[in-house]
């Protein structure tokens, strides 16, 4: 079964805290994607990338960076942890021309104290 | 990225109750996809629309692609227990991005 994992489900880190959230997809997918999801504002994208080292910045990007090293892995990096950014996280690839939308992870919840 | 205005926000069901959500958008999308989140997972696909006009079903949920591009609705018919979540739609212009609606929750009606 292709699946899209996430390296944890819930994490409680503290202010200030560098803080990485790991993805990891076996569907050789070269796009691969990070949005944060929070009660009715829905999905939003923060940053995403279309093959190994590339990146494009989403629609909130700050406080966050991303790594992609590997094809089939995508960090999440948050440089110095505030409160605002506890969230859930959902990472999500697909391919290219791929007519299905995304396939997602889990999710990780976040709770910056 | 381009906003989805998804209504209701949430709503309740009664099991054998059919349900209806919609999208609308500013823009004309290619692709419309309707996606569904359980407690704790991620959102999984249900259904995708590639043609204005075009209406798609899969078992109990029907859902249609606006003839202008600018809209989509998903309907639930015979709803039961498990058909609680929270249902997103999406409209995908590129390869790479999908722009999502902010969600309805449904909820079993107590």
């Known amino acids: 079964d292709v699946k899209v994992t996430q390296s944890s489900r819930y994490l409680v880190k503290r202010t200030g805290e560098k803080v990485f959230l790991e993805c990891v997809q076996d569907?050789?997918?070269?796009?691969m994607f990070w949005y944060r999801q929070d009660p009715g504002l829905g999905l939003r994208l923060i940053y995403f990338?279309?093959?190994?080292?590339?990146?494009e910045k989403g629609d909130i990007p700050e406080g966050y960076s991303v790594s992609r090293e590997k094809k089939e892995r995508f960090s999440l990096i948050l440089e110095s942890a505030s409160t605002n950014q506890t969230s859930m996280y959902l990472c999500?690839?697909?391919?290219?021309?791929?007519?299905?939308?995304?396939?997602f992870g889990s999710g990780t919840r976040l709770t910056v104290v | 990225g381009q906003q989805l205005n998804q209504s209701p926000q949430s709503m309740f069901i009664q099991e054998g109750e059919d349900v209806s959500m919609n999208c609308t958008s500013s823009?004309?999308?290619?692709?419309w996809l309707w996606y569904k989140q359980d407690p704790g997972e991620g959102p999984v696909l249900l259904i995708a629309?590639?043609?204005?006009?075009e209406l798609t079903s899969n078992g109990r949920l029907t859902a249609q692609f606006g003839i202008t591009r600018k809209d989509s609705f998903l309907n639930i018919s015979a709803s039961i227990p498990s058909d609680v979540g929270i249902y997103f739609c999406?409209?995908?212009?590129?390869?790479?991005?999908?722009?999502f609606g902010a969600g309805t929750t449904v909820t079993v009606r107590a």
């Open positions: 999500a690839s697909s391919h290219p021309g791929q007519l299905y939308g995304y396939t």
């Open positions: 569907m050789d997918h070269e796009n």
């Open positions: 990338s279309y093959d190994v080292k590339m990146k």
């Open positions: 823009s004309i999308f290619n692709t």
């Open positions: 629309l590639y043609k204005a006009g």
């Open positions: 999406a409209g995908q212009l590129s390869d790479y991005k999908l722009s």
